[in-house]
C-alpha cells in the first residue's frame, strides 16, 4: 500500500481517508459480511498512491530537488523494511504451518513474488482467485500482489512522466488520461476474466491514473479550482458518500464477481478523486477525515496492511477456517498494534537518514532481496527435505498434484489419439485407461472430480476395463454442447456399456443457471440411455471448510486436530441434487449420493478408517478414491 506524503503541505485527511480503506480490507480478510465489499478498500490506495507520488515528483522537479535515485531511495526506505520483516516472520511459521499443497505457492507467489514486486503476475500463473476462499483465506502472502502493482508503478512512472514532461506538460497530460482511458475500457470489456482484470498492471493503470490526474489538476490549477465553500463541502459529502457505498451494499461475493467487475470499483474511484480534489480545511469532511484516530491508523496502514493478511491465515491454517467472530476480530485489532509496533520500530527508523546512509539502504535493500529469493527457491526445491518432520507430510500424500503425476505411471494412455487430436478443449486434457489389452467396458466423465475417482475404479471395479475422460480447464461439463466428440465416441462403442459422470456439480450449476443446467445434463443423460447405455451421476464430495492437512496436525499446542465439519455443508448440492432426482426416475440412470460415505446425520468427515481422505478442499487422494469407489462399487448396479 501506498504509505504517506513527504511533509511538505502535509494533508491529514489523506491519512483519514487511508484509514477508511485499510479498515474495510482487514474486515473483509476477516470475512464479516457487513464489510463484503471491503475489498475496494486496495483500490482507494491505488488511487491515493497515483496522487501522493505524482504530487511530490512534481513539486520537487518544480524546486530543481528531483532525482530517479533519490526517489528509489525514499520507495525503499519506505516500502522494503517492514515488508521484508513480515517476510522474515512469516517464512519460518510456512515450514512448519502450511500444507504441501500451500508450500509452493506461499514461497514462489509469496516470498519469491513479494521481494521482487512480481507476486501480482505469478498468482495470475498460478490461477489464484481472490474472490475464492480456498485460494485466498488460507495463503499468508496472498495480499501482496497489491504491493507488486503498486511497486511497478513506482519504477515506470517517474521514468515515463520525466520523458513526457521535457516535451510539455499538455502532452504529459494527454498521455496519462490516455493510459486511463484505454485502462478502464479494457478492464470493462474483459471484467469477466477475473484473472487478468483483477492482477495485472495494466487493467489496474485507471485507477493509479486517475490519482496521477487529481495530482496533477490541483498542481496546475493550484486553488483556482475552487468555486465556492459550500460547493466544495456537497462534492467532498458526494465523495465521501462513494467511497463509503461499495463497502456495504456489496453484499455477497457473487456481487464481487459480476460483470463488468470495475464498476463495482468506479464509485470507490471517482469518489476518492473528489475527496482529494475538493476537501478543503473549510469543510466538515476535512474534520472528520482529520480526526486523530482515524489519521493515526492512516499513518500505520501500510504496516496493518501487511501484517493482518498473515495474522488471519495462519490462525485459519493452525484452527480452522472457520473462526469464531470474535477472534477475527480479534486479530483484526492485533493487526492495527502489531502495524503500529512495526510503523514506529521499523518503518520510522529507516526513514531517518541520520541512522541509514542512501547507501546502506540500497545495499540492505539488495541484500533482502537476494536472501528471499534464495529462501524461495532452496524451499521449494527441497520442499521434501526441509518439511519432512511435519506430520501431514509423514502421514501420507494429500497432494493432488502429486496424485496426477503418479497417474501415467500405474496406467495407459488412450489408445485412439485421434479423439485426442480433434476434440478442440484438449490442450489440457488428459486421457487414461486402466488396461491396454482388453476393450473399455466402463468410461468416467468430467473435470478434476472425475479424475479423483478414476484411480478407485480402475482398480476396484469388475470392469474388463476403465477409460478417463477429462478435457482441460473448465471444459468438463458433460454437455453433448460441449464435449460432441466424447458422445459420439461412446455411442459408436459396443464395449462401453457405463458411463459416469462426476464434475463439481456446484461449481457448474452456479455457472450454467438452474435451467440451462437442467437442460444440457439431460440431454446428455437422454442421449446416452437412448443408446442404450447406463448412466451413473455420483454427488459432489463435501466441500471442506478446513484444510485437510490439519486432521493430521499433532502439535496439540497449536492445535487439536480437525476432521469434521457440520453436516448443514451439504445444503449447497440441494440445487443440483433437485435435477439428479428427476434424471433418476429415467430408465438406466443411477444416482449415488456421497453424504451416506462422508457423513452421519450430524457430521461430514475428512478421516475415514483412520486414513485422510482428502488431497485438498475438494478433491479425494489416493486413499480416498479408493475406498470411495468401493462404496460407490457396493451402492451401484452398473459397476
Not at 203 to 213: H, K, N, Q
Not at 245 to 265: G, H, N, Q, R, V
Not at 369 to 396: C, H, R, W
Request: aromatic share 14%.
Amino acid at each position: 500500500m501506498q504509505t504517506g506524503p513527504i511533509k511538505v503541505d502535509y494533508r491529514p485527511e489523506i491519512d483519514g481517508l487511508r484509514a477508511l480503506a485499510v479498515i474495510p480490507v482487514i474486515f473483509f480478510h476477516a470475512g464479516f459480511d457487513a464489510f463484503r465489499g471491503g475489498f475496494v478498500g486496495v483500490d482507494i490506495f491505488f488511487v491515493i498512491s497515483g496522487y501522493l507520488i505524482t504530487t511530490i515528483i512534481l513539486r520537487e522537479r518544480t524546486r530543481g530537488q528531483f532525482s530517479l535515485l533519490g526517489f528509489y531511495e525514499r520507495r525503499a526506505r519506505r516500502i522494503l523494511p517492514a515488508l521484508f520483516l513480515v517476510l522474515l516472520c512469516c517464512a519460518p511459521a510456512g515450514f512448519l504451518l502450511l500444507t504441501p499443497p500451500q508450500f509452493e505457492s506461499f514461497f514462489i507467489s509469496g516470498v519469491l513474488g513479494a521481494a521482487t514486486f512480481v507476486s501480482n503476475f505469478l498468482f495470475f500463473l498460478d490461477g489464484a482467485l481472490y474472490f475464492d476462499e480456498a485460494d485466498s483465506a488460507l495463503n499468508p502472502l496472498f495480499h501482496v500482489w497489491s504491493l507488486s502493482v503498486e511497486e511497478q508503478f513506482y519504477i515506470l512512472f517517474p521514468l515515463m512522466l520525466l520523458l513526457l514532461i521535457k516535451f510539455s506538460s499538455r502532452l504529459l497530460m494527454f498521455a496519462v488520461l490516455l493510459m486511463v482511458l484505454s485502462s478502464a475500457v479494457g478492464s470493462f470489456i474483459y471484467g469477466e476474466q477475473q484473472f487478468s482484470v483483477f492482477y495485472i498492471t495494466p487493467f489496474r493503470a485507471w485507477e493509479i491514473g486517475s490519482g496521477v490526474l487529481a495530482a496533477m489538476y490541483l498542481f496546475n490549477k493550484d486553488n483556482d479550482h475552487r468555486i465556492s465553500k459550500n460547493i466544495d463541502s456537497v462534492i467532498s459529502w458526494v465523495g465521501l458518500s462513494l467511497v463509503v457505498a461499495p463497502i456495504f451494499l456489496i453484499t455477497s461475493t457473487e456481487a464481487a464477481k459480476a460483470f463488468p467487475y470495475m464498476l463495482y470499483l468506479m464509485p470507490a474511484v471517482v469518489g476518492t478523486i473528489l475527496l482529494i480534489v475538493f476537501v478543503t480545511k473549510e469543510t466538515l469532511i476535512f474534520r472528520m477525515l482529520s480526526w486523530r484516530p482515524l489519521v493515526g491508523i492512516g499513518l500505520i496502514s501500510y504496516s496493518a496492511y501487511l501484517w493482518h493478511q498473515p495474522l488471519f491465515a495462519f490462525s485459519r491454517n493452525v484452527y480452522g477456517d472457520e473462526l469464531p467472530g470474535l477472534t477475527l476480530l480479534i486479530l483484526a485489532l492485533l493487526s492495527l498494534v502489531v502495524g503500529f509496533a512495526s510503523w514506529r520500530y521499523v518503518e520510522r527508523p529507516f526513514r531517518d537518514k541520520t541512522k541509514f546512509s542512501r547507501a546502506s539502504i540500497f545495499s540492505l535493500s539488495t541484500i533482502g532481496v537476494m536472501f528471499f529469493i534464495a529462501t524461495a527457491l532452496v524451499a521449494v526445491k527441497y520442499q521434501d527435505s526441509v518439511i519432512v518432520k511435519n506430520p501431514i507430510v509423514e502421514a501420507g500424500q494429500i497432494d493432488f498434484d502429486q496424485y496426477m503425476t503418479d497417474l501415467p505411471d500405474r496406467f495407459v494412455e488412450c489408445r485412439d489419439q485421434s479423439i485426442l487430436e480433434e476434440h478442440i478443449n484438449w490442450s489440457h486434457g488428459v486421457c487414461f485407461e486402466s488396461k491396454s489389452d482388453k476393450p473399455v467396458e466402463l468410461a468416467v466423465f468430467g473435470d478434476s472430480h472425475a479424475l479423483h475417482l478414476f484411480k478407485g475404479f480402475a482398480e476396484h471395479t469388475e470392469k474388463n476395463a476403465v477409460t478417463l475422460w477429462k478435457p482441460g480447464w473448465f471444459n468438463g461439463a458433460p454437455f453433448v454442447e460441449k464435449n460432441q466428440i466424447f458422445f459420439d465416441y461412446i455411442l459408436n462403442s459396443e464395449a462401453i456399456n457405463t458411463v459416469i459422470f462426476n464434475v463439481w456439480w456446484w461449481r457448474l450449476y452456479e455457472l450454467e443457471g438452474a435451467k440451462n443446467f437442467e437442460q444440457k445434463l439431460t440431454k446428455a443423460v437422454r442421449t446416452l440411455t437412448i443408446a442404450g447405455k447406463n448412466v451413473v451421476l455420483t454427488a459432489d464430495v463435501p466441500t471442506l471448510n478446513f484444510p485437510p492437512g490439519k486432521c493430521l496436525f499433532m502439535n496439540k499446542a497449536l492445535a487439536r486436530p480437525q476432521c469434521s465439519m457440520d453436516a448443514s455443508i451439504l445444503s449447497d448440492q440441494e440445487e443440483y441434487l433437485s435435477v439428479f432426482r428427476k434424471l433418476d426416475e429415467i430408465e438406466n440412470v443411477e444416482v449415488i449420493l456421497t453424504r451416506d460415505f462422508f457423513c452421519d446425520a450430524d457430521d461430514c468427515y475428512a478421516l475415514r478408517q483412520d486414513s485422510l481422505l482428502y488431497a485438498d478442499h475438494h478433491h479425494l487422494n489416493s486413499v480416498g478414491s479408493d475406498l470411495f469407489v468401493e462404496f460407490l462399487a457396493k451402492r451401484s448396479h452398473h459397476f
